[in-house]
């Protein structure tokens, strides 16, 4: 390193060190290394429901739905459409929300389509609002799939498009579902 100037040094020692940080990362992560993407969504002004709507219209295998409010009809026909399109539909809800008229209306029509729903019997809320989409999608935020969630109320939902969250999302929905205890299904 004669001769070279401290700038050129500097450099090339700054760039050795970005190729090792570098293959340390790949070989930590197995040679894949991803990054999240995440759309915030703010009702009323953006509408959020219909953001998640069009997640519903693009599943391809499953859909599990964990919301405390769920009266919205564009949910409720989007998920039946998804249904009838052979993706898998599951849903866990509050069973305190069963006493308003509105959301027994949406999950009838719901379990009228084949659409099994599960509903805690715990002496908490079932208070997740959280979608999980094939193992691609997962939201979260504050939204109930209610009218007012999307159209008055101030609302966020969080569209993440990350697989290692996502079937960390996947397996929390899944853990809830299996807990026989703490939800059971409703008829």
């Known amino acids: 390193m004669i001769g070279l100037s401290p700038l050129l040094v500097f450099t090339w020692c700054g760039r050795l060190v970005s190729v090792v ?20 969504w703010y009702g009323p002004e953006d509408r959020p429901l219909e953001h998640l709507v069009r997640v519903y219209d693009r599943a391809k295998r499953y859909i599990y739905v964990a919301s405390y409010g769920f009266t919205s009809p564009l949910s409720v026909k989007a998920l039946v459409g ?29 379990r009228e389509a084949g659409i ?4 805690n019997q715990h002496d ?23 009218t007012s ?4 109320n101030d609302e966020r939902l969080d569209v993440i498009r990350d697989y290692a969250i996502t079937v960390k999302a996947r397996e929390k929905f899944l853990s809830l579902w299996k807990d026989q205890e703490r939800f059971q299904e409703w008829k």
């Open 21 to 40: 940080l570098l293959a340390t990362v790949l070989f930590w992560f197995g040679g894949t290394v991803s990054a999240a993407t995440v759309e915030v």
């Open 82 to 110: 998804a249904t009838r399109r052979g993706v898998e539909v599951r849903i866990l809800t509050d069973r305190e929300r069963l006493n308003d008229p509105k959301q027994r209306a949406a999950l009838s029509a719901l």
């Open 116 to 119: 099994p729903i599960r509903i």
């Open 124 to 146: 908490s809320l079932m208070h997740l609002k959280q979608v999980v989409v094939d193992d691609e999608i997962n939201t979260s935020g504050s939204m109930n799939q209610t």
């Open 149 to 152: 969630g999307n159209q008055y």
